[in-house]
Each structure stands twice: as structure tokens, then as C-alpha cells.
């Protein structure tokens, strides 16, 4: 409900955003796409026989420009992955919503592969490269293969909503356009990133934790490591200036919820290696980690949300554009670089959802 | 995570009504009774099928069950199977698009055909030059219209649609304006604030609307060759000032009528105002930029400011201003006032475009017509006198505003027709008319 309240603004005046592109959904042409993907593969490939990058955290320079990204290794392993019945921190909750803590049970054993994850969430620094060609569009060099990854149609209206760009998360965005930047960024770099899966980022966030929260039950020292409704003055903040979790992850919990790359799906109770729910439909996705517009409860490591067309109700056309969540101004990503590359069909799959085209 | 139903008690209301189909519908449906005393069907006809107006029909369609799309017009066949495909994809009301090709009408005058087809409730989404015509000619022909902003691009244009209006109501037709903002519920919950006085006596209204262009002017070059004047002017509508009233009157007008909204819908004495164009016009007569002053006849004046240049600061907001306290809308997702009274908005937001379909749909099965002239006259009429204000680079008066003799809609139109374009607007030269 709370986050229902915070979008709104401006969507009167998406009235231009109806293009063709959108009309006829996020990849027009799936042939050429693959083919791209094949090309940014061989790339990610032969980078790899060059210079595999190397255990440890590392900074990542977006080539050719000053924006930069830090990522921190996340260990292979095995954790519980959900809550089970009555630890959901009940003295908390509000009792009237009891289907969030259905949706997270039953808990179960998930085993999941080695990746790096960047540290914070991805900001308007990073994410407006992609958004505006001209953004920085003397220090790019024409790329084929990065050109031909499609890219948001220019947005009408200023996507902060006067929160502040330098430093703070990117929000708003669909999980196709999420999709699109880490296609855009692997094709860049040489290096494959992609959305985590719903299961990555909760045992990412757990950080080796089965507590409520990484660091225990008491949601009070929530106000240490996350902005959340009780602290964040009805804003976003800048990424980073909490406390990270215990595997140096920043802003986990709060400040924007992340895309995951799941369908949002019930829990099955046997073992599993490596979950993912590729996406069947266009909603619901899988969201994780509450945001500034959430109360403790839902910033729970176990915690999901559900993705919602609400998230776009203000934007007036039809179609509806593929790439803004207009109303969902607390919604954001980050990615993660999976230590073992995969081949070229998942690589087409992690970055084509194909549900783009939503209305 | 879904909005509640806000529509619960039409709901209802129809359970019941269904039920007792026959002596009890009496007066309460009046201009659908007529037409449709088996089904209960509200057929719903629309002018213009861009993405707008295939919006404003998804809308009319999940607003009543019984609401069915049976006929559109457009000028171009294409931009009409992409609005019937679009809506036929929605799970739900996708099966209420019943638009035969007999019923699919092309042409300048197929707003007519549209009428004529036999339907109810008329949704008017064209460029906004066309809107008076097109509102005339449904109220005369007894249907209820969801009329989109602005309501017109001229003085003549916003009188002929204010006398529309008052036939409309005569008629006990119910005619609704796209001004959103008004069936924001959390707008609207702003508003109350300030009317019941929690920043003091409003002295001020700085409100602005910096955007990227909206559909920028092709180059000459792609214009196909033998396409006429008027066929090229309005595939690309935005750029003529007869079609789209300029920046100021086709977009900035929603920071317009909240202005309107803060002042009572009073209207303001007088205004001066900057504007221009610093980006090439590309063979299209409008501005890129406008500062507004308004005076209001309390001392309070209001300022708006807008601009379609790429790669500008952007924002699009509304600061207010009074004796005890100032409040905020769109610097952060939540409305704010501060100082002797302090509030944010809380609570759950509904769609504003669903609801304003939701409002006229339940006002035409209750037989309690709604009425939006007066407002969305004044409001298009406050962001016109600004443009005339940034055109002749003179103080307009009110008065002199609505009395105004421009005539921008041509005298005679044809698909293939000839049609100049007259040269942008030259404050200190160009007239006030």
C-alpha cells in the first residue's frame, strides 16, 4: 500500500512516449538479437582467454568514461532460502497483510554457483549512459555490437522527480530495461552481467545469515544499514552511505527495492541448485529488499514483492512504454557477473525475457 | 499491491439494477435507455487512435462492463489496427472490442461517421485544433464525451466550446475534461490543504514544466513526395500552432489548470510573458520556451515556465506559496506543506485517468450528468493568454484574451489541401488580434 502512495507525478505527460518500438515489443527483431548476442559472447570469450578478471573486489571503470561501479565477490554456497512459519518478526509486522509471509515459505535448501555483485545499487551516473547516446557521446567510440543492444526511448520527464541524480540510485525503470543495461554493460566490458536471480540476491543479502535481518532479529538497528519509511524523509538516498552486510553489500535492504530476474513464483519445498523461474508472463516479477518507502517489515531478507501493471497505471497511452515504471519510484537494480560464464542460449535468455511487451 | 476497486458501489449499483431490468431502470438512464434496454450496453465511440486515445479507451472499457468499443475514427488505417489490436490483447475486456470495418471510418470527417454510427459516449482525442468541432458536433448529436486537454488551441475555439458546454448541460449529457490532475484523489487531498488554509492566504504559484521535446518536426527531406500540406501538418501536429496551441496551451496547460485550481478558478487580470524558439523550427511555427506572470485580481500572481529543449534541467513542479507556509508537489513522489501547519500526503493513490472514466461512466448510468466547461474553458483560456502574451510581447488583459478574434483552425480544410504556414510568432511585431 505504502508504495502505491509514492509514485505519481509527471505521467500526465507521458503523452509522447507511444513509439513504434513500442508497439511492437522490446525485441522486434529476434534473429538480429541473436546474432548481437553471439557477438558480445565471442567478446566475453575471448576477454576471458585474455585477462579473466580476479578473485577479490574490484573497482570496474565504464570505458571510456569517469563512471565507475565497485563489485564484491559472493562465495558459492548453500543456504535456507525463505522464512519459516513465525520468525518473520511477528511483534512488527502489521498482522493484516499475512499472505507476504505465505509467499515465503516454505523454506527450503538452495545451492547457488560463485558471482560478483556490485556493491551498491546502480546509479543515474551509470544507468543514464545507456539512456542518453549523447550522454558522454564523444568519449564512445562506435561500437557495433554495444550500439545494436536496444536502448529506452528518450524519457519525457526528468526520471529523478527531484530526488537527485549524482550518486543516487536509477529507479523507475521495467526489469526489461534492467535487462537491456546489463546486455548493454557485458557488451561494453567484455564481461557477462546479468540481473541475480531471486534466489542469489536473498542468499547475497543474507550474507550467511538466517536471521530476520543480516545482522539479527531486532529491526532498531534497521536505521544503521538501510533507509527505509522511518528515516528516509519520503526520498531515495545516496547508494553507499549505510552500513553494508557482512559480504560489504550496500543498501540491500531499502533505499530502492532490486528487479530480480525470477517470475514471482510460490516456493516448492524440495532442495534446488541454482533456482531460476524464467519468466512465462509479463507479471508478476519477483522484487526484493523493500525500499525508502517501506516500514521494517518488508525490508526482511526474505521478504518479496510482486511486480504490479499499477507500477505503470500513469501512463496515459496504449501501448504502455516497455521501459518506464513511472509510479514505481522506489523500484532499482543492481547486477551480478556469474563466475562461470554461460553459453550463448542462457546468455539470450538472461537478457530476453520475452514477456517485454506488457501493454 | 492493485489498487482497491474504487468502483465497488457502481458495481453494486449495476447488481442491482441488472436484476431489475424493466420498471425499475425508469429516469435513471435516460440517454441509454433509449438505445439499449436489453443488453445494458454503453457503446462507446473515439476520435483520434493514437496512444492517447487508445488509453482513454482501455479506460472507458475497464471502467463499465458493459462498455463496448464499437467504432473509431482516425485519419490514417494503420494507427487504427494498432489501437484495436492493443485493446483486443487485454485479458479482461479485450472480447468489448467490437469494431467492424464498417465501422473503422478514415478521414477528416469521420468524427461524423463516428457520431452517426450510433453510439453513446464519444471519446475526443484528436489534436487538440480539432476539439471544438468535434465537441460541437457530438453534443448536438445528444452524447456524452470524454473530452481531452486542451479543449482548443484559440479564443474562438474556447467560446464556441464554452456555449458547447452550456448546451451539454441543458442536454443533461455529461461531458468530462482529461485535466488528470483533477481526479488525482491525491492531488485532489493537496488541494484541500490549501483551500482550507493551511499555508495561509496563497500570495504566490511558481509552477514549472521542463520536459524533453514532445514529437520534435522531422526534416523537410521525409516528406514523402506529393503529400499535401495538411496531411503533413497533422502527421506532425505537434508542431503548428493550429493544431496544437503550442507547448504552453498542449502540455504546460495541465501546470495551467493546477494554477487555475490554487486561484478557485478564478481568472487572472492580466499576464506578460516571455517565450521563444532557439532550436530550429524545422518548418513548424511553434516556441520551445515560456515564462508566464500572472497577476490575479486578489495581488496573488502565479508564474509558469516551460521548455522542450534536450539536454536542459528538467522538472516539472509546483511551488505555492502563502503567508504561513509553502506547499510542494513533484520534488520527491509525495506533496508536502511546510511551516505553521506541516502534512505530507499518506495513503493509497488511484489511476486518475481510470478514474475519471470511472466518474463519467457511473455519471451516464446514474443519469447525474457531470459538467467539466466551465474549468477546462478557463484553464485552456489561461494558457492561451500566456502564449498570446509571449507572442506580441505585450500585457494581455483577461478580457482582452477571450475576446480575441484569432482565428487559428483554417477556414477551409481539406486532406489534400494547400495550407502555408504562417512564420513564428515575433514579440513586439506579431498583433494581438
Known amino acids: ?359 | 499491491m492493485k489498487n482497491a476497486d474504487s468502483n465497488s458501489g457502481r458495481r453494486d449499483f449495476l447488481k442491482t439494477t441488472s436484476t431489475a431490468l424493466g420498471a425499475a431502470i425508469g429516469a435513471g438512464f435516460p440517454a441509454i435507455l433509449s438505445a439499449q434496454t436489453v443488453t445494458n450496453a454503453i457503446k462507446v465511440g473515439v476520435v483520434g487512435c493514437g496512444g492517447r486515445g487508445s488509453g482513454a479507451a482501455a479506460q472507458a472499457l475497464q471502467a463499465d462492463e458493459y462498455a463496448e468499443l464499437t467504432a473509431v475514427a482516425e485519419v490514417d488505417q494503420s494507427h487504427v489496427e494498432r489501437c484495436l489490436q492493443n485493446l483486443k490483447r487485454n485479458a479482461k475486456n479485450g472480447a468489448r472490442v467490437k469494431v467492424d470495418p464498417a465501422n473503422q471510418f478514415i478521414g477528416l470527417d469521420a468524427y461524423q461517421k463516428v457520431i452517426d454510427s450510433g453510439v453513446d459516449v464519444v471519446l475526443l482525442a484528436t489534436p487538440p485544433g480539432f476539439r471544438p468541432t468535434h465537441l460541437a458536433a457530438c453534443i448536438a448529436a445528444n452524447k456524452h464525451v470524454f473530452c481531452e486537454k486542451p479543449v482548443s488551441t484559440d479564443a474562438p475555439g474556447v467560446r464556441w466550446v464554452g456555449e458547447t458546454a452550456a448546451k451539454a448541460a441543458e442536454k443533461k449529457l455529461s461531458l468530462v475534461a482529461g485535466f488528470c490532475w483533477r481526479y488525482s484523489n491525491m492531488i485532489q487531498d493537496t488541494f484541500a490543504q490549501v483551500e482550507s488554509g493551511a499555508i495561509g492566504r496563497l500570495v504566490a504559484y511558481y509552477a514549472t514544466y521542463y520536459t524533453n521535446p514532445v514529437k520534435p518536426m522531422p526534416p523537410a527531406s521525409s516528406r514523402p513526395a506529393g503529400m499535401s500540406d495538411v496531411e503533413w501538418q497533422i502527421r506532425n501536429w505537434y508542431n503548428f500552432v493550429w493544431l496544437c496551441g503550442d507547448s504552453i496551451v498542449e502540455q504546460a496547460v495541465h501546470s495551467a489548470d493546477k494554477i487555475s485550481w490554487a486561484m478557485n478558478d478564478v481568472a487572472p487580470a492580466s499576464c506578460v510573458a516571455v517565450g521563444g524558439r532557439t532550436i530550429p523550427a524545422e518548418g513548424g511555427n511553434i516556441y520551445d520556451h515560456f515564462e508566464v506572470s500572472y497577476l490575479y485580481p486578489n495581488g496573488a500572481r502565479a508564474f509558469l515556465a516551460n521548455r522542450q529543449i534536450v539536454g536542459c534541467y528538467n522538472e516539472n513542479s509546483d511551488y505555492m506559496l502563502g503567508t504561513d507556509g509553502t506547499c510542494t508537489i513533484g520534488r520527491g513522489p509525495i506533496p508536502k506543506i511546510e511551516g505553521k501547519v506541516n502534512w505530507a500526503y499518506s495513503g493509497q493513490k488511484y489511476d486518475m485517468y481510470q478514474r475519471e472514466h470511472d466518474l463519467l461512466f457511473d455519471s451516464i448510468r446514474k443519469g447525474k450528468p457531470m459538467n467539466d466547461g466551465k474549468r477546462m474553458t478557463t484553464t485552456t483560456m489561461l494558457a492561451i493568454m500566456g502564449r498570446m502574451a509571449a507572442y506580441t510581447g505585450k500585457q494581455v488583459t483577461w478580457d482582452e484574451a477571450v475576446n480575441s478574434q484569432e482565428k487559428l483552425y483554417p477556414e477551409q480544410l481539406a486532406w489534400d489541401g494547400k495550407l502555408d504556414v504562417p512564420s513564428l510568432a515575433r514579440p513586439g511585431v506579431t498583433k494581438l488580434v
Open chain 1, 1 to 359: 500500500m505504502w508504495r502505491l502512495l509514492a509514485a505519481f507525478l509527471a505521467a500526465a505527460m507521458l503523452a509522447a512516449a507511444g513509439t513504434d518500438q513500442q508497439a511492437t515489443g522490446g525485441n522486434p527483431d529476434p534473429a538480429k538479437e541473436r546474432a548481437n548476442v553471439e557477438r558480445i559472447y565471442a567478446r566475453i570469450q575471448a576477454q576471458q582467454r585474455e585477462s579473466a578478471r580476479k578473485p577479490g573486489a574490484a573497482r570496474v571503470t565504464i570505458p571510456n568514461t569517469t563512471v565507475s561501479y565497485d563489485i564484491v565477490p559472493v562465495p558459492a554456497g548453500e543456504f535456507e532460502m525463505g522464512s519459516a512459519a513465525g520468525d518473520t518478526n511477528q511483534k512488527d509486522a502489521s498482522q493484516k497483510d499475512a499472505s507476504r509471509k505465505k509467499d515465503e515459505q516454505p523454506r527450503h535448501k538452495v545451492r547457488v554457483d560463485a558471482f560478483w555483485m556490485q556493491a551498491r545499487e546502480v546509479t543515474w551516473d551509470e544507468y543514464r549512459l545507456f539512456m542518453f547516446d549523447a550522454q558522454g557521446a564523444a568519449a564512445n567510440p562506435k561500437e557495433a555490437l554495444v550500439d545494436a543492444v536496444s536502448r529506452p526511448t528518450r524519457p519525457y520527464v526528468e526520471m529523478s522527480f527531484g530526488m537527485g541524480i549524482d550518486g543516487f540510485p536509477a529507479i523507475s525503470m521495467t526489469q526489461h530495461a534492467a535487462n537491456k543495461y546489463a546486455e548493454w554493460l557485458s557488451a561494453k566490458l567484455g564481461e557477462f552481467y546479468r540481473l541475480p536471480t531471486e534466489a542469489e540476491w536473498e542468499y547475497a543479502c543474507r550474507a550467511g545469515s538466517a536471521t530476520a535481518y543480516p545482522f539479527g532479529d531486532d529491526p532498531s538497528k534497521l536505521v544503521d544499514y538501510a533507509w527505509y519509511s522511518a528515516n528516509s524523509d519520503g526520498k531515495y538516498h545516496q547508494v553507499g552511505t549505510k552500513k553494508p552486510n557482512q559480504w560489504g553489500l550496500y543498501d540491500m535492504l531499502g533505499n530502492v527495492m532490486e528487479w530480480t530476474l525470477d517470475q514471482y513464483a510460490p516456493y516448492k519445498a524440495a532442495a534446488e541448485s541454482n533456482p531460476w523461474i524464467a519468466a512465462a508472463q509479463p507479471y508478476p516479477h519477483a522484487v526484493r529488499g523493500g525500499s525508502w518507502n517501506d516500514p521494517a517489515d518488508m525490508l526482511r531478507c526474505a521478504a518479496r514483492v510482486a511486480s504490479d501493471p499499477s507500477w505503470k497505471q500513469q501512463d496515459p497511452q496504449l501501448p504502455k512504454s516497455i521501459w518506464y515504471e513511472t509510479d514505481a519510484q522506489w523500484l532499482g537494480f543492481r547486477l551480478v557477473r556469474p563466475v562461470k560464464i554461460p553459453g550463448v542460449d542462457q546468455m539470450y535468455r538472461y537478457w530476453n525475457s520475452g514477456v517485454e511487451d506488457d501493454q
